[in-house]
């Protein structure tokens, strides 16, 4: 079965920089589409951003375009989300997904079968 973790989050400050990795395990990582949301605290899990397959297509968040990049590396079988510029409400624990083939919606949590345990990122101002 497919096996998510997440890594390199941490404690930064306003205007830094963090890139998070999701290693994929367990199918090929290529049928997977791959999403990353977020949870802060007191709050729902919201989408952050998602990758095709391919890795040709791309979706962002509001809240995030502009500083937050997707990509993949289908060989690594690995997910990151490049941040960058990173604010205080950027503080969350953030969770990678994957989904077999394409969601519908690739912005919607329900969409995505396998989660891994999360990677906690604070932004201090």
């Known amino acids: 079965q497919v096996q998510l973790v997440e890594s390199g989050g941490g404690l930064v400050q306003a205007g830094d920089s963090l890139r998070l990795s999701c290693a994929f395990s367990?199918?090929?990582?290529?049928?997977?589409?791959m999403g990353w949301f977020r949870r802060a605290p007191g709050k729902e899990r919201d989408f952050v951003a998602a990758?095709?397959?391919?890795?040709?297509?791309?979706y962002y968040a509001d809240s995030v375009k502009g500083r937050f990049t997707i990509s993949r590396d289908n060989v690594k079988n690995t997910v990151y989300l490049q941040m960058n510029n990173l604010k205080p409400a950027d503080t969350a624990v953030y969770y990678c997904?994957?989904?077999?083939?394409?969601?519908?919606?690739?912005?919607?949590?329900?969409?995505?079968?396998?989660w891994g345990q999360g990677t906690q990122v604070t932004v201090s101002s």
């Open positions: 997904a994957s989904r077999f083939l394409s969601p519908r919606n690739y912005g919607v949590d329900d969409e995505y079968a396998h």
């Open positions: 990758i095709s397959r391919g890795g040709d297509s791309t």
């Open positions: 367990g199918r090929t990582f290529s049928n997977y589409a």
